[in-house]
């Protein structure tokens, strides 16, 4: 048996970027691994066939770790090669979008507190008002002689 240790990181590394995984600059900023449908049916199919000592290489040989082979292979029963499939992320908004975004919430607030804070006027005028005509209905009724 020959040690994976003896062997250059370039050798250990070359398959997972054999064109199942998307080739990234190093230099640049680091981004998620993509695995396409057919590395990810190929490294469960590997993997599901590896003696029960051999898996755990199959693993460091691609980089991966066994939360991904499960992970695919639910998918794979799940729904054949569509569940392996890397889900696309919607891109990001602008910044200015996401401004504008808070800004239209903010301003929503403000518009149903100022509604509210109307309403709470427009009844404490109405409140004192009342008020203002039982003070009066007191001040001029004679007292009772009883």
């Known amino acids: 048996m020959f040690s994976l240790m003896s062997l250059p990181s370039a050798v250990l590394s ?19 691994r993509r ?3 057919e590395y ?13 000592g051999l898996k755990g ?25 569509d569940g392996l499939e890397t889900q696309v992320r919607r891109p990001r908004r602008h910044p200015a979008e ?12 403000v518009e149903a507190e100022l509604v509210r804070t109307r309403a709470a006027l427009d009844l404490m005028g109405k409140a004192s008002a009342l008020l203002e005509l039982l003070a009066e209905s007191a001040d001029t009724d004679p007292p009772s002689t009883r």
């Open 98 to 109: 996401v401004e504008l975004a808070k800004l239209r919430a903010r301003h929503a607030r």
């Open 14 to 32: 070359g398959r997972a970027h054999d064109g199942g995984v998307a080739d990234v600059d190093p230099a640049g900023r680091p981004r998620r």
């Open 57 to 81: 290489s199959v693993l460091r040989r691609e980089g991966l770790y066994s939360s991904h082979v499960t992970e695919w292979r639910k998918a794979r029963d799940a729904g054949a090669l």
């Open 40 to 52: 990810k049916a190929a490294i469960v199919a590997e993997y599901d066939a590896a003696p029960d």
């Open 35 to 37: 695995f396409s449908a």
